[in-house]
């Protein structure tokens, strides 16, 4: 009979005690794959989303710029605006490569609402990997949608099928018909789910004529940034910062809540390996006479310590693994899961396989498995045989 055979008829003996054990391992280690597979997948997802932004720095009225920002990244209104001459101010300035002028906002059709975001030919510029089918929208009233939007409206709506058609939308209560002058091709961000129409049109349809939401800034010397938006806010009412900055402080907040989580999962862990501490004494105390009758036909002290250690570490190692397992599959389900605590979700799924996630969750609860076992296996080990015997 091998240690195998052993430490697994030990476990069998015990159903609901090991059971237990091993359930709690597995809660404890399913949560600890999700928050580091989702945090991970949440960061790419945020970095890729900003350098889609195709911008190095963001210009918009002074205030809170991360949160306006944020707001913009998920298609809503910012309240806070620009006089649209601070545009041209900002492109006489040294350094300055390209500035885009946006406008966000939104409009209503199939019953759904949908982004709008009034641009000039500069956000070309900007983003330079853009494919568009048709042309890009030069007159008042022209759009061009995102992949997404153009399939669904050609799927949906009955006045849309090909580029040349137009769309009756609700904007600010009012109906109004916009033309669909080209497609964007997939790029994998939000700009698959946006519509894109002329700065103009759009500052009328959301009444902001005049003014901008955020300008979006391109240098020509990325050691002269710093430089730069010293200069851009000498402009009254205006604030800048780096999409660097941004994505930095996104990853702060984003660390400070995963590591008060972790905390939560630090002390589900303990918890379990308690739970593995106790059925393991328990072990002991139940097969005393076992142990001395082992030690009696021969075997040494090691190979009890070995056996109970191992059967604690087998407990540990079924609960990482069944963890990593059920972890991978909640995972998958991660942008539903972040829609209902994070505001801003990045458009590419989150919940993606982590390598780093499966290999911590799986070995996290081997050490505190062999923490917890270490003293139950000692303790079976110093046992004297004799007294082993006699007990009862």
Known sequence: MNMFTIVWDGIRRRKIRSLLSILGITIAATALF??????????????????????????????????????????????????????????????????????????????????LIGITPEELKLKSWWKIQGRFPRNFGEVVLGSVEAKVFADKSGEYKKIGDSITVTVGGKKTSLKVVGILEATGSKDDYS???????????????????????????????????????????????????????????????????????????VIGGLGTMNTMLMAVFERTREIGLMKAIGASSWQIFRLFLFEGLAMCLLGGLFGAGVGSLTTLMGDVILKQFVSVVPTQSVGQFSWYAAAVSVLFPVGVGILSTLYPALRAARLNPIEALRNE
Do not use: W
């Not at 999700?34 to 009225?61: C, P, T």
């Not at 998920?74 to 390209?98: C, F, H, M, R, Y």
């Not at 300008?215 to 910062?241: F, H, S, W, Y």
């Open 195 to 269: 519509t894109y129409t002329t700065l103009e049109t759009a500052q009328k349809l959301l009444n902001l004529q005049g003014r901008v939401v955020a300008i979006n800034i391109r240098v020509t010397d990325i050691g002269g940034v710093p430089a730069t938006i010293e200069d851009i806010e000498k402009i009254p009412d205006v604030q800048a910062v780096t999409v660097a900055q941004v994505l930095g402080t996104i990853q702060n907040l984003v660390q400070a809540g995963q590591n008060m989580l972790f905390l939560v999962m630090l002390v589900a862990l």
């Open 34 to 115: 999700s928050l580091i597979s989702l945090r991970q997948g949440y960061e790419r997802g945020m970095r890729a989303e900003l350098e889609n932004m195709g911008a190095q720095i963001v210009a918009v009225a002074k205030g809170c710029p991360y949160e306006a920002i944020a707001v913009i990244m998920i298609g809503g209104q910012v309240p806070a605006t620009l006089p649209e001459d601070v545009v041209e101010q900002i492109q006489k300035l040294p350094n300055v490569a390209s500035a885009s002028p946006n406008v966000y906002g939104a409009y209503k059709y199939l019953g759904l609402s949908h982004p």
